[in-house]
């Protein structure tokens, strides 16, 4: 270990958020990838979201074959934050090679905050022709979690676009009014970007209340 690293080390160990972050800048200034471990394992207990970027960003100034193997092996990790940041940082590199390692269970994480984060890198590295198995993925999160967690879920079907509408129609009908509801607000921020979600959350719940018979009839 270098007297640099040594430095390094200390640093981001520092109880000063600033110098963390000072720290992580230097080394992704510096692209060495002698702090690789480092900055990955300190990755999973960084309370500062600006320094967490920091560390994200300073890995990917390494080179791409150090980097991604040791985030794959951080996507398994059993630490959320190790999860969820190392599924930030791919984000970052945006290498479409890395599509498969967004995997099912990645997508239906027990975390809210890592499902959410593989939800947005799943829509970013999804490859041509993939969109819809991703969005049948998708909808079958609907309904969970609080409003941000379904706000999260609701951008990332409105992202895929076009292939995103036939899941969501069969979702529409779902008999728990919590998914059918969610469903309906997605298509209608789907058909409608600068719809606000609450607002469109509200008519869902409208409409799948009316039920199957006056929809028809208002239709």
């Known amino acids: 270990m270098t007297a640099q690293h040594t430095r390094f080390g200390k640093a981001m160990g520092a109880e000063d958020t600033s110098v963390r ?10 692209a060495d990838p002698v702090f690789l471990e480092t900055l990955v394992e300190r990755c999973a207990v ?10 994200s960003w ?10 991604l ?8 990790s059993e630490c959320r934050q190790s999860r969820s940041q190392a599924l930030h940082t791919l984000s970052k590199v945006n290498d479409k ?6 995997t099912p269970d990645l997508l239906r994480d027990a975390d809210d905050e890592v499902a959410r984060t593989a939800w ?59 998914v059918a509801a969610h469903a309906r607000a997605t298509e209608l921020l789907r058909q409608n970007p600068e719809a606000g979600f609450d607002a469109a959350v509200e008519e869902a719940k409208r409409t799948v209340v009316l039920g199957p018979e006056r929809r028809v009839a208002e239709a």
């Open 120 to 178: 947005r890198v799943a829509v970013l590295l999804v490859p041509e022709g993939e969109e819809k198995g991703l969005a049948d993925e998708l909808v079958r999160q609907l309904g969970r979690g609080d409003r941000d967690v379904r706000l999260s879920l609701s951008r990332a079907l409105v992202d895929l676009g076009e292939e995103s509408r036939p899941a969501l129609a069969e979702a529409a009908e779902h008999p728990d009014p919590a």
């Open 46 to 55: 960084e309370p500062d979201f600006f320094v967490r970027d920091m560390l």
């Open 97 to 102: 090679s890395t599509w498969r390692w967004i």
């Open 69 to 76: 193997p040791r985030l794959r092996r951080e996507l398994g």
């Open 58 to 67: 300073a890995l990917t100034r390494l080179p791409p074959d150090v980097t």
């Open 21 to 30: 972050l000072q720290a992580a800048m230097a080394a992704g200034s510096r």
